[in-house]
T-cell receptor, first 111, second 114 residues
Framework: QKEVEQDPGPLSVPEGAIVSLNCTYS??????FMWYRQYSRKGPELLMY????GNKEDGRFTAQVDKSSKYISLFIRDSQPSDSATYLC???????????FGTGTRLTVIP | SAVISQKPSRDICQRGTSLTIQCQVD?????MFWYRQQPGQSLTLIAT?????????ESGFVIDKFPISRPNLTFSTLTVSNMSPEDSSIYLC???????????FGPGTRLLVL
């Protein structure tokens, strides 16, 4: 079983839609949770960073962590064509350096 | 966040040869990390590079195949040795965020081995 599972998509939505991206994980020791956005031929760009359970909002982006279910989500409101990219979830144990990534979900927002 | 650059951005190499990838950061950092992103797979940590000590390799990665240098606090190199087509991948370096338990990534080096 992989440490982190993520639906690879692809996911296509119309402009303005609410997008929900999700990951599940198996290691209850994960404490730090991240979402990265990766445009084609670019490196991953940090979008959201949360510690332990709860919600965090930044503009059109909301990250949720449910540690009891080992489930994290990223919501994108009012999606734009510029949001078209691959979204990677990542997580890490406290005191560790190794980020564990999902395989990424490819999102296309259609104008 | 730190600004990270990598050279080369991409390369096409013949099997059996070696390629050295450079990573430069615009600030001093204690640790630098090297990841591999194979097609359709998740990013996987190859090794952690500390200045002044040997790199620490993750399970499945060995120094003979991926030698790493860390001559100062802003620079590191990863060499992919005796390459085979299975080494075709994107190689990324990253650093810790200042005061954060997260990492920032460089633009990556896209390697194709024929």
């Amino acid at each position: 079983q992989k440490e982190v599972e993520q639906d690879p998509g692809p996911l296509s939505v119309p402009e303005g839609a609410i997008v929900s991206l999700n990951c599940t994980y198996s290691n209850s020791a994960f404490q730090y949770f991240m979402w990265y956005r990766q445009y084609s031929r670019k490196g991953p760009e940090l979008l959201m960073y949360t510690y332990s359970s709860g919600n965090k909002e930044d503009g059109r982006f909301t990250a949720q962590v449910d540690k009891s279910s080992k489930y994290i989500s990223l919501f994108i409101r009012d999606s734009q064509p510029s949001d078209s990219a691959t979204y990677l979830c990542a997580m890490m144990r406290a005191g560790a350096n190794n980020l564990f990534f999902g395989t990424g979900t490819r999102l296309t927002v259609i104008p | 966040s730190a600004v990270i650059s990598q050279k080369p951005s991409r390369d096409i190499c013949q099997r059996g040869t070696s390629l050295t990838i450079q990573c430069q950061v615009d600030s001093q950092v204690t640790m630098m990390f090297w990841y591999r992103q194979q097609p359709g797979q998740s990013l996987t940590l190859i090794a952690t590079a500390n200045q002044g000590s040997e790199a620490t390799y993750e399970s499945g990665f060995v120094i003979d195949k991926f030698p790493i240098s860390r001559p100062n606090l802003t620079f590191s190199t990863l060499t992919v040795s005796n390459m085979s087509p299975e080494d075709s991948s994107i190689y990324l370096c990253s650093v810790h965020g200042s005061g954060e338990e997260t990492q920032y990534f460089g633009p990556g080096t896209r390697l194709l081995v024929l």
